[in-house]
């Protein structure tokens, strides 16, 4: 699977929109653009998932970009519970599935 | 969404037993379940690859007679960390791939592993 570049942590305050980025600047044709996120002491958490189009779901919004290279998950309206690590993962159609983890954002929300 | 647990969720035992865990799709069936495993402050790690029916494809550097792995059935796969010892205390965390576009993953809570 093609590399990820995120930044290690980001800052938001409670209530505000969070905009967490992610370079893919290698992504293929095929590769899939996926988010989790992972709380304190427990398993990774689905969040969203993308080809080309934008996708909004009930957690978030993923915004990617038209030559795919980045993308970046929107969380309109940032709590408390959002504070986690977010990583941005690509995973090839037919590369096993497997997902790949980096480092992921951590991102910290203030009351 | 789709729900994947794990048993125990925590475990602690003395150096040189064995431990097993469970790791089962409630709601879906599962013919690939993977096992990752994350150390302190560190990101996952993937171990193996689980396939129902078949011998699991295990990562570099894991040792497969040391992490049995057998995915004996559609809903439910077990890692068995043999003769445990205190480097083998860690969270591991399993996860279930539900077919369809971007075949999304789904997490298990992760075990808490702690040899003593």
């Known amino acids: 699977d093609a590399k990820t570049t995120q930044p290690n942590s980001m800052e938001s305050n409670e209530e505000e929109p969070v905009h967490l980025p992610c370079n893919h600047s290698t992504i293929s044709g095929t590769d899939y653009i996926h988010w989790y996120r992972q709380l304190p002491s427990q398993g990774p958490e689905y969040v969203i998932h993308g080809l080309t189009s934008n996708v909004n779901n009930r957690m978030a919004s993923l915004a990617i970009a038209e030559d795919r290279k980045s993308s970046t998950l929107i969380l309109h309206r940032a709590t408390l519970r959002d504070a986690a690590v977010y990583y941005c993962?690509?995973?090839?159609?037919?590369?096993?599935?497997?997902?790949?983890f980096g480092g992921g954002t951590r991102l910290m929300v203030k009351p | 969404g789709a729900v994947v647990s794990q048993h125990p969720s925590r475990v602690i035992c003395k150096s040189g037993t064995s431990v097993k865990i469970e790791c089962r799709s409630l709601d879906f069936q599962a013919t690939t379940m993977f096992w990752y495993r994350q150390f302190p402050k560190q990101s996952l790690m993937l171990m193996a690859t689980s396939n129902e029916g078949s011998k699991a494809t295990y990562e570099q550097g894991v040792e497969k007679d040391k992490f049995l792995i057998n995915h004996a059935s559609l809903t439910l796969s077990t890692l068995t960390v043999t003769s445990a010892h205190p480097e083998d205390s860690s969270f591991y965390i399993c996860?279930?791939?539900?077919?369809?576009?971007?075949?999304?993953?789904?997490f298990g809570p992760g075990t808490r592993l702690t040899v003593l």
């Open positions: 996860s279930a791939r539900k077919t369809g576009a971007g075949d999304t993953q789904y």
């Open positions: 993962i690509l995973r090839g159609y037919n590369a096993g599935n497997m997902l790949t």
